[in-house]
């Protein structure tokens, strides 16, 4: 599998999202909002998903960014 290419944008929202992620878990939260990961550097759209959909995501190796369908990589 040719591994896909990840924005520096992304990169620094994916890091972005693993610390609410982090912050929500010690404050023993089910859901989240993350930001999208998307490479367009104005975009602020959010995410909803439970932090066991999240930690799902992080466990995958060579995960694409999180993102809203229609969204650019």
Known sequence: MERQRVSHHSMLIRAVNDQVFNVLSEL????????????????????????REYAALQAQPDRPPLKLSGHPD
Do not use: A
């Open 28 to 51: 023993g939260s089910e859901d989240g909002e993350f930001l999208c990961e998307c490479s367009d550097e104005g975009c602020i759209e959010t995410i909803q998903l439970t932090l």
